[in-house]
């Protein structure tokens, strides 16, 4: 009986829902300085719990901001942001399930269509619960994962068109290359998109808006804009590599903890796993309670760094399940100061691209793998 107090540990990220908020407002602002007319909307992506952010948190915060749509993966992540109060329209991106088709109706949620088949499965539900379904049908215009074929529509929409409890709110793709200048793709998806759109209207299939920028989109190419961006990864605070953007950002999370022990090794001695580090002269090692099942990825050691007492600190030897050890020679360290993995610190930082390049990964995945046992702190 209460033996155990609330606690929280070293390892925390830190989450601050005012620079979210901040940010997209930024980006409206940015969409409305480069097109005074017509500006388009933005739809608010927060799936994989907000980019690791907390789904809960982040989606009541981006309402709060003046959200009207927000967009998840699949209809568990719509359900949990009905549980979490969000009350703005959820697009659902994934495919459909077709066994909780239901969740579509209890959670008021907004499906993408994106074959023949999930057409069927949401009409025969939408008549079974006697409702009409607001839906967005998704084209595939050259990325081969989901989507309606583009050059296959004559054939494929006019059964989709004809079901009487569907109605077709919006239409749109996605891009396999936007964060990369050097690719084709993008231009060729940009062309088929715009050739589907005139199809679409001799079909007489009439959505009431388009859209098809992901956040490299966004920064890239307003042509692709229309009537609504979805930027995902800018909402965090984080520019796709390799582009760079004048939208006034900032990073939302900062990932940091606390040194537990300081040690000191001997000319010739190793630490961890694999005993991968050899100590060359008398060396300060500092421990810090966070490893890979925090998220932390093994290629962190001997390659990244962390930022503690102001200065840059290797990692090194292994990233173990719980811990890892850092270089802090010189430093001065004692447990309890504080280290910073991403973020900040006396005028320093690390950001989750530059973590994402030390690794060979992107920063989508720094982010969105940062542990469910590390708490998320919100300010
Ligand atoms: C994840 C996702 C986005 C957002 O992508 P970012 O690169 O994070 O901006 C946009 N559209 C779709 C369909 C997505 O799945």
Request: aromatic content about 14%.
């Given at each position: 009986m209460g033996i155990v107090a609330e606690r929280v540990r070293p390892t925390v990220a830190r989450v601050d829902l005012g620079v979210l908020k901040s940010n997209y407002r930024a980006i409206r602002e940015h969409l409305k300085r480069e097109r005074p007319t017509g500006t388009p909307g933005v739809i608010a992506v927060v799936k994989a719990n907000a980019y690791g952010h907390g789904a809960a948190q982040v989606g009541r915060a981006l309402e709060d901001a003046g959200a009207d749509l927000l967009a998840c993966a699949d209809i568990e992540e719509g359900a949990a942001l009905r549980a979490a109060g969000v009350r703005a329209d959820i697009l659902i991106f994934g495919a459909l399930s077709v066994s909780d088709l239901d969740g579509l109706f209890d959670c008021r949620l907004t499906p993408t269509i994106s074959s023949p088949g999930a057409a069927r499965a949401v009409q025969a539900a939408a008549a079974r619960h006697k409702q009409r379904v607001r839906y967005h049908l998704k084209i595939d215009t050259g990325m081969n994962r989901l989507g309606f074929r583009a050059d296959n529509l004559r054939r494929t929409l006019p059964e989709l068109l004809r079901s009487e409890n569907l109605d077709l709110e919006a239409v749109f793709t996605h891009f396999?290359?936007?964060?990369?200048?050097?690719?084709?793709l993008f231009d060729e998806q940009r062309q088929r998109f715009d050739k589907v759109l005139a199809d679409l209207h001799a079909l007489g299939a009439r959505p009431r808006y388009r859209h098809a920028a992901n956040s490299a989109a966004v920064v890239r190419d307003?042509?692709?804009?229309?009537d609504r961006v979805r930027p995902g990864l800018l909402l965090y605070g984080i520019v796709p590599p390799p582009l760079q953007s004048t939208i006034a950002l900032a990073p939302v999370m900062t990932l940091a903890s606390r040194v537990t022990a300081v040690k000191g090794m001997r000319a010739g001695e190793v630490t961890g796993y694999g005993a991968r580090f050899t100590a060359k002269k008398p060396t300060t090692i500092a421990i810090v309670p966070a490893g890979y099942a925090d998220g932390l990825d093994l290629r962190l050691a001997g390659r990244g760094a962390v930022l503690i007492r102001g200065r840059r600190a290797p990692i090194i030897g292994s990233v173990c399940m719980d811990m890892i050890m850092i270089d802090v020679t010189g430093l001065d360290a004692s447990p309890g100061d504080e280290v910073v993995f991403i973020g900040r610190q006396s005028g320093d930082t690390i950001d989750a691209r530059e973590m994402a390049e030390t690794i060979g990964s992107i920063p989508w995945e720094i982010v969105c793998r940062v542990g469910t046992r590390i708490e998320r702190v919100y300010a």
């Open positions: 396999a290359t936007a964060d990369d200048p050097a690719s084709s307003p042509r692709v804009w229309f």
